[in-house]
């Protein structure tokens, strides 16, 4: 899930994701990937490399610069909204 977009160029988006419902966010490249909106899902093909501006180890990498831009499937932001809503409405806790 994208949190927080802080960079556009011509070349794609940086932003901060979490994976898979991690409560920690990381950084991220998306190559030629613009329009990022916080809150939506992406499915993504990705590795993980060196951030030259970051100096980071663990910077995630969406797609590349020779392939493109990476990304599958967008489920937006409003949806996940909707969704994280209807789940909250069956969500019981025992005590």
């Known amino acids: 899930?994208?949190?927080?977009?802080?960079?556009?160029?011509?070349?794609?988006?940086?932003?901060?994701?979490?994976?898979?419902?991690?409560?920690?966010?990381r950084d991220s490249w998306f190559w030629h990937w613009h329009g990022l909106i916080p809150g939506s899902v992406y499915a993504v093909y990705s590795s993980q490399g060196w951030g030259p501006h970051t100096q980071r180890h663990d910077v995630l990498y969406i797609g590349s610069d020779d392939s493109g831009h990476g990304v599958m499937e967008v489920i937006d932001a409003r949806t996940c909204a909707a969704a994280h809503r209807h789940l909250g409405r069956f969500t019981t806790t025992s005590r």
């Not at 802080?6 to 979490?18: D, E, L, M």
């Open 1 to 25: 899930m994208v949190d927080q977009v802080y960079q556009v160029s011509a070349n794609g988006t940086k932003a901060f994701v979490r994976l898979d419902g991690t409560p920690w966010a």
